[in-house]
């Protein structure tokens, strides 16, 4: 189970978007790639290309938990927009809610 508060420590994973990659390969690129380690508590967070998609990672020293949200059509994420060319960012508490729960419409929708 994701249990997450204002306590993590949240990094936005930019330029990260292939939802086909699961804990093993996110968990590979954020070792890899970022010089990074999952450390107990930290979340990582990915986003797909056409902003539909949101995955969190974490580990808590036994598991590891993926959490994933999914618009329908005609909704997307915000767009991250960070300054500098770092490849991962550390993000506050405030800006994760508002990034999860402020869908922007993408495209008129017709009921």
Do not use: A
């Not at 508060?5 to 292939?18: A, C, I, Q």
């Not at 890899?32 to 808590?60: A, C, N, W």
């Amino acid at each position: 189970m994701l249990s997450v508060t204002g306590l993590n420590h949240f990094y936005y994973v930019r330029d990260f978007s292939d939802m086909r990659c699961k804990h093993s390969r996110v968990l590979s690129i954020i070792r890899e790639q970022l010089h990074r380690e999952p450390d107990d508590g930290d979340v990582f967070i990915v986003m797909s290309k056409d902003r539909r998609i949101v995955r969190m990672f974490t580990y808590d020293n036994r598991s590891y938990s993926l959490f994933e949200k999914k618009f329908i059509s005609g909704y997307q994420f915000m767009k991250m927009s960070i300054e500098g060319g770092e490849k991962v960012y550390r993000i506050d508490w405030r800006d994760v809610v508002l990034l999860l729960e402020n869908p922007i419409v993408k495209s008129n929708l017709h009921f």
